[in-house]
């Protein structure tokens, strides 16, 4: 980069190019959506057979050609746009210096020296001779300048050298932003087949952080999300930004927007979509490079005259080494899996098109998804799965939202439905050791609330949604918390399988008077053995759970599921009460007359 080079560079030309590679993504995630929303889904709706699944999986290979493309052109628009913005400020300098060095009368080289003439000289003053002053960046250097020009009767030696300086600084500081952003967009390759491999979206992640780490000064300047905003706040933050802007923070932090309650669906599935592709691609990379279990897992040895059945020593040498890693990595895949396959199950069984709303692999994981818009529905639902829910098991959680959403729908009378299955907390992992505790719940209380409170901020329809919060087992006591800590943004509430919600009265839930109802199947036993953890307490006594009369609860006829898993079976009564709330119909439900609390415990 030299004094030439960075005159005539132009960074309009650079940020209309990312603008360009910016309708690249944005064409390329169109023919995505339209590959898996519509062409997908109707081919499925409509049409059976083996030539069916053999097209429906060459577009689904097809999409994630289109979504690959999506990713990396948003990359390469932000890298541009960020090298723009860096150098930009050095070419301001740059051209500031040699319009400085013209009003002066200096001359200025290709090299970046500056020609300076001898000065005017007053009466009687010696003669002064012209020179040429050379930038320097070292401050030893400049000060021994500073000293040279005390002595030199020449004034213009201290200007020019001053404009001199400024040059050699614009020019190292458009060098760093030139070899800087080089070096970040020749990274930026796709492979020469049509196949998007788990090593490709590990390589886009690596991608993603490369630019990250290239674009700090870039995204600095752009403007940043609210510190602790509330919904409302990260809705309106989002507004606010332009199309560049919006590229930018999806593709260099697709983690922070798709995990921002109150920005559009759209967007967090956008961004999330990103985040799962790379999670998935990451952790396959992973598996596939570690050692795999040995064939002998198990021996026999007699102990004590008993054959006893143990691991093998090469067994637990393995083990040690990569055991856990290899089960997190194993059991998160098997619930990507699951998140994959509802993502290619649009269309099937009457399903709408699926919004990711939040993702993250880590730990037990965090799973949003949404079947149909929630910021278009005029009826939406949130589902709490309860103990042993995580990542691995997400797959039972999603289909119970399906089922949801397919009663709610069939008595909608076409009004738009969404349900969306919200596993944003760790729920307890045991049910003996972990569920009688109460801080699962109140840990994740908080998330569950400004999640609520973000599908109002990020509705777009003509009138407010009539919003259901659905808990089962564990999940009824996170939403009982979540209305006993805060407001709980909904209008009905439906309890399934409840251990307690920690308050002894429905009138504590925050939902309108007579809007709080229960489900307790035949042979379940969790209500009764949960109470002692999570009942409530009041002038009736203590362990008040929603099975309860006292508790006030509308109870839901449950028909012949049985247990503390069948509360979304097809074609139950269960599931059809469920299906009414939801699409707003709570005169229809079918009820029946509740225990009171020393009879229920009988």
Known sequence: MDIEALKALKPHEFEEAALGYRSSSAMASQAKDALEQRIIAQMQKALRGEAVDAATAQLRELAADFHYIQVECGLI???????????????????????????????????????????????????????????????????????????????????????????????????????????????????????????????????????????????????????????????SWWKGLD??????????????????????????????????????????????????????????????????????????????????????????????????????????????????????????????????????????AVYVPGTTANLSSIGGDIERAGNIWRAADAKSAGQSVSTITWLGYDAPKDIVKDSPFSHYADDGAPAFNRFMDGLDASHTGDTDPHRTAIGHSYGTTLIGSAARQGTLNADDVILAGSPGVQVPTADQMDVPEGHVWNLEAEGDPVPDIGRFGHGGTDWDGPWIIPSDKEFGANQ???????????????????????????????????????????????
Do not use: C
């Open 243 to 380: 199309a560049d802007q919006q590229q930018a923070w999806t593709s260099l932090h697709p983690d922070v927007v798709g995990a921002l309650d109150g920005v559009p669906a759209t967007a967090r599935d956008e961004a999330n979509r990103i985040v799962f592709d790379e999670s998935r691609g990451q952790y396959q990379t992973e598996l596939d490079a570690m050692p795999k279990p040995p064939v002998n897992e198990w021996t026999w040895i007699n102990a004590g005259g008993y054959a006893s059945k143990v691991y093998t020593d090469e067994y637990m040498d393995w083990y040690r080494v990569h055991g856990e890693r290899y089960e997190h990595l194993t059991a998160s895949l098997h619930g990507m899996e699951s998140i994959q396959t509802r993502f290619n199950s649009s269309g099937t069984r009457g399903l709408p098109e699926a919004y990711l709303m939040g993702f993250n692999a880590e730990g037990y994981g965090r799973a949003i998804i949404a079947n149909g818009n929630p910021d278009t529905a005029v009826h939406q």
């Open 556 to 602: 839901l006829a449950t028909g012949d599921v049985h247990g503390h898993s069948e509360y979304w079976k097809e074609n139950s009564t269960s599931l059809l009460n469920q299906g009414l709330l939801v699409a707003g119909h709570g005169d229809n439900v079918t009820l029946k007359e509740p225990p009171r609390r020393w009879e229920h415990m009988r």
């Open 77 to 235: 628009s932000t890298s541009l746009n960020a090298f723009a913005s860096d150098v930009r400020p050095a070419k301001a300098r740059l051209e500031q210096a040699i319009a400085d060095a013209g009003a002066h009368g200096f001359a200025v080289g290709a090299d970046g020296s500056v020609s300076y003439p001898a000065s005017a000289q007053n009466q009687g003053a010696p003669p002064t001779s012209p020179g040429s002053a050379h930038g320097t960046l070292s401050e030893q250097a400049r000060a021994l300048q500073r000293q040279a020009g005390n002595f030199d009767p020449n004034p213009n030696y201290a200007i020019a050298q001053d404009i001199a300086n400024r040059i050699a600084e614009a020019l190292k500081e458009a060098t760093e932003a030139d070899q800087k952003w080089a070096s970040a967009l020749r990274r930026l390759k796709a492979d020469d087949d049509l196949t998007v491999s788990a090593g490709d979206w590990a390589d886009v992640q690596r991608d993603g952080a490369g630019v990250r780490e290239a674009g700090r000064h870039y995204e600095d300047s752009l403007p940043q999300p609210p510190k602790d905003g509330s919904p409302k706040d990260n809705a």
